[in-house]
């Protein structure tokens, strides 16, 4: 007799083997290889649309959410032996997307029936691309001190002020967007309201960075309307609802200091023994980035368990952002001149110089690390004010 | 398998921390030192453990024990830990316990391990810092060996009833095949022991092996194949003592972060300084993560998996935590740090004597790097 879970994991495996292509099974070569989804889709593969639409239509780009929301339906242990399987063969995340990491938790914990079912489907599937409006020119650290108004029009909402460092604005389809709504209280006059990008007054700009890419943009509305149905939480409650799925996020950016690719580079150079004092700093690094995965593995065990410290995903994101910035910074190390190629074919585009600028923004954006040790200190240590 | 404890093993980090700090807190500690104890534990103490049945964990079932694993094993010393209490449990309940299972050594000596009387000590290191290699001959001897040759830093051998010994007895001190573990009596001829205290008044012996005769019955498992009882000694000690550095660190932090809620200058607590702040911020993150590692290690052990990576970068990982949690104490507890009235300084003793002992974060950080092929 074979246990239901060990039954599972031999499905789940050959499922895999079947159904994910094998260029989905290669490492990721920059942003190009990630799959985003959304109305207007960019695909560098046709697999990732193949790879994207099967793991969806099986509600496993969503394992954990409900069936009934376009989710796989599946417990701790079978989400946990679908990663592990996944992992395995080496697949590529099926779908990127600021929807299921983020803004989907939210909709669980507080959207209403006709919300869940509009949006949560068409997240899990990949088909609306979702962006986050949070930071204002003058609220970054200090989020709540955010402008972006609403006004109440009776049956909609009026939206005009500017977001900035919104993540892929200028591809996005949708935007879970923060707006205050009584001026009168800093925290509690702030909602949280989901719209159409499409609506007439919305404008982005992307912001060149310096990595050359630009991901991030300014967003801007000029009287905007909202309809009333969408408002996720209720008025003026929308700093709940912000601060549970900013916890998601920091989850989110935790995971990169996963990076199992970002290792090989490291590795290749070290074995060539060109520099041994390079050689005992990556041995190091390794030593905290192997127990970094041990600890998001824990994480995720007494996430789904209840048992993790609701401010836990601050420690995530902390540790596992400042440990992103260093394993870049070993990869230029390791990389030398070679890895200072800005544009050549042999630098991939400069896929290394790049991606070691981007992520200086990793301890910045969803919470910088001081903002992350500011919640440790006072909401686990409790230390006093 | 979650990462994380299950019910009953809280139950069992309960008892063993409610006993523990009863019998055997810091104070404890401090008043074997003050007396210059020379057994440098309280057989009393060890007698009380087994009795709770805590010197029996690792035993199997069969031989009367618990039957239990690593992840039970190490909530008990990182109570250890904590309250840096002096203790054979590490040599004797998991390090020896781990290497005798399953051989005939294991009804010589589980009886006195699980009564309280029996203490095992495990003499591996051959040079300050831990290499390895072992170049202490054994050379056969009409039915026996005869060992030569000096170790060192042996936890509890001067008032140990066996020590473990690995010794050479083919081919070259760095080669792991021609290895055989020996169960070997302290009293035998030959054989001189000079016990050291250490910084944090924990005792270790220097042995000196000139000639010393031994059955052949006192061999682990086979000739020449000691390398295997030794790799499981070595991964429980090494598993083991990860488990009590968390000990050393958390009680560390613990202190600490009471310290930073207490004390006032300029009028305020020294706790709401936002540079002390992140600081313990920091901290904590570290000893989380190396929490992680500790029980990652512990459960692939339990499970029979190959353990011997994870159980590096354990043993590496709370090195790094340990030493920064005994660091920040006493620098952010100032000037009363520094004095011996008070407790915080036995942690960074403690700490540090831990981090070294089976090799340290750079020999295992070496370990990793070697394994991935660099």
Known sequence: MTDPLTQFRLETRAWLEENCPPSMRTPTRGEKDAIWGGRNPVYAHPDQKVWMDRMGARGWTVPDWPRAYGGGGLSPAETKILREEMAALKCRNPLNSFGISMLGPALLKYGTQEQKLEHLPRIARGEIRWCQGYSEPNAGSDLAGLQTSAEDAGDHFVVNGQKVWTSYADQADWIFCLVRTDKSSKQGGISFLLFDMASEGVSTKPILLISGYSPFCETFFDNVKVPKANLLGELNKGWDVAKYLLGHEREMISGMGLGSAGADPLIEVARTGVDPILRAQIALFDVRSRAFAAMSERFIDELKAGRAHPAQPSMMKYYGTELNKARHELVMAAGGSDALEWESEASGGGAKPRAWLRTKANSIEGGTSEIQLNIIAKRILELPS | ?374
């Open chain 2, 1 to 374: 398998m979650p990462l994380y404890l299950t019910d009953d093993q809280i139950l069992l980090q309960e008892t063993a921390r409610d006993f523990i700090a009863e019998h055997a807190p810091v104070s404890h500690m401090r008043a074997l030192r003050d007396a210059n104890d020379a057994t440098g534990f309280s057989r009393d103490l060890w007698k009380q453990f087994a009795e709770l049945g805590l010197t029996g964990i690792l035993i199997p079932e069969g031989d009367g024990g618990l039957g239990l694993g690593h992840v039970e094993a190490g909530l008990v010393l990182e109570e250890i830990g904590r309250n840096l209490s002096p203790s054979p449990f590490l040599t004797t309940a998991v390090a020896a316990v781990e290497a005798l299972k399953g051989t005939a050594h294991a009804a010589r000596w589980f009886p006195g391990i699980l009564a309280g009387e029996a203490v095992v000590a495990v003499a591996t290191d051959e040079t300050s810092k831990f290499t390895g290699s072992v170049a202490l001959k054994a050379e056969r001897s009409g039915n026996g060996f005869r060992l030569s040759g000096a170790k060192q830093f042996a936890h509890h051998a001067h008032a140990a009833d066996l020590i473990l010994v690995t010794a050479r007895t083919s081919g070259a001190a760095t080669d792991t095949s021609g290895i055989t573990l020996f169960a070997i009596d302290p009293k035998s001829a030959g054989l001189t022991l000079d016990p050291q205290r250490l910084a944090d008044a924990s005792i270790a012996s220097r042995a000196t092996f000139d000639n010393v005769s031994v059955n052949s019955d006192a061999v682990v498992g086979e000739v020449d194949a000691g390398f295997d009882p030794l790799s499981r000694l070595l991964r429980a000690a090494r598993t083991g003592a990860s488990a009590e550095l968390l000990g050393v660190g958390g009680g560390a932090m613990a202190m600490t972060v009471n310290y930073l809620k207490e004390r006032k200058q300029f009028g305020v607590t020294i706790g709401s300084f936002q540079a002390l702040q992140h600081r313990a911020a920091h901290l904590y993150s570290e000893m989380e993560v190396a929490r992680a590692a500790v029980l990652k290690a512990q459960q692939l052990l339990d499970a029979g998996q190959d353990a011997a990576e994870a159980v590096s970068v354990a043993k590496a990982m709370t090195g790094l935590a340990t030493t920064l949690a005994v660091q920040e104490g006493i620098q952010m507890h100032g000037g009363i740090g520094m004095t011996d009235e008070y407790d915080i300084g036995f942690f960074m003793k403690r700490a540090r004597v831990l981090a070294e002992l089976f090799g340290d974060t750079n020999f295992h950080a070496n370990a990793l790097a070697e394994a991935a092929g660099y």
